[in-house]
């Protein structure tokens, strides 16, 4: 997403987004019904965490974004979390509530979110806000960080939603910010990412080229972002095609 020169604009951004999350809620929704209350204590893709762990980590995501959102709008310093330790507390707290519970909370939260979006006016759009990391960026943005921990938090539930069935335009938007994000990597061999289906490629690592990796840019991304092991890809060394891209491909650092 290119960034937004007036108000305007990054109002219009940070709407579209808006709208996606409210999309991609429903979805997380879904499949919670279709969720048997006792595998909420199961095992998630997220090492150490159980579903119920992610779940909360998802509804107190949104509360957090609203505290930013809250500090675009004031203008007043707002942490997203009152301590780093209060995050964890929140995690822990509600990993263990019953599904409906968790339900309700995931509901609740979104909304609460979607409310604080709307009081913004567009001039609050273009507010600088300080990431609980430390990292500075406009307030149009918070509605596509939304997206991403709802959409990547989907799959790691590990209940049949999988980096396949991302809408089209997260995936691209992903694999753009990630294809940067991993472009200059120290230590990382250099990979080139086709993605066919979007007409897009990424270089990632050093020199020399080492891989080219190909396939969907839902597969591609997926790996990415640590949510696939390279499956689906098709990977080369020069003109070898290599049989297994799950231990062709290197191992990725966190995609921060």
């Known amino acids: 997403?290119?960034?937004p020169t007036t108000a305007a604009a990054a109002a219009a951004a940070a709407a579209e987004q808006l709208r996606a999350t409210a999309e991609s809620t429903d979805l997380l929704?879904?499949?919670?019904?279709?969720?048997?209350?006792a595998e909420l204590s199961g095992p998630s893709g997220l090492p150490g965490w159980t579903r119920g762990h992610v779940l909360a980590h998802v509804s107190r995501n949104a509360d957090s974004l609203v505290?930013?959102?809250?500090?675009?709008?004031?203008g007043e310093d707002v942490p997203q979390y009152p301590t780093p330790e209060s995050r964890d507390a929140g995690?822990?707290?509600?990993?263990?509530?019953?599904?409906?519970e968790q339900v309700a909370d995931v509901r609740a939260s979104q909304q609460r979110f979607l409310d604080a979006a709307a009081l913004l006016a567009p001039e609050h759009w273009t507010a600088e806000i300080t990431h609980r990391t430390g990292y500075v960026f406009p307030a149009w943005q918070v509605p596509a960080r939304r997206l991403a921990e709802l959409e990547y938090h989907h799959v790691?539930?590990?209940?049949?939603?999988t980096p396949a069935h991302w809408p089209e335009p997260f995936a691209i938007a992903e694999f753009r910010r990630l294809g940067g994000h991993f472009g200059d990597a120290q230590g990382l061999p250099g990979?080139?990412?086709v993605a066919e289906d979007a007409g897009l490629e990424a270089r990632i690592g050093g020199e020399p080229l080492a891989l080219?990796?190909?396939?969907?840019v839902r597969a591609l991304t997926g790996w990415l972002s640590g949510r696939s092991n390279g499956d689906g890809l098709q990977v080369h060394r020069g003109d070898e095609g290599l049989v297994d891209p799950r231990s062709a491909l290197p191992a990725l650092p966190p995609m921060g």
């Open 191 to 193: 990979v080139l990412l």
């Open 156 to 161: 790691d539930l590990n209940a049949g939603y």
């Open 91 to 100: 995690i822990a707290a509600g990993a263990g509530r019953p599904l409906a």
């Open 29 to 37: 929704l879904h499949t919670l019904a279709e969720l048997d209350p």
């Open 212 to 216: 080219t990796a190909e396939g969907p």
């Open 1 to 3: 997403m290119s960034d």
């Open 67 to 74: 505290n930013l959102l809250t500090g675009a709008r004031t």
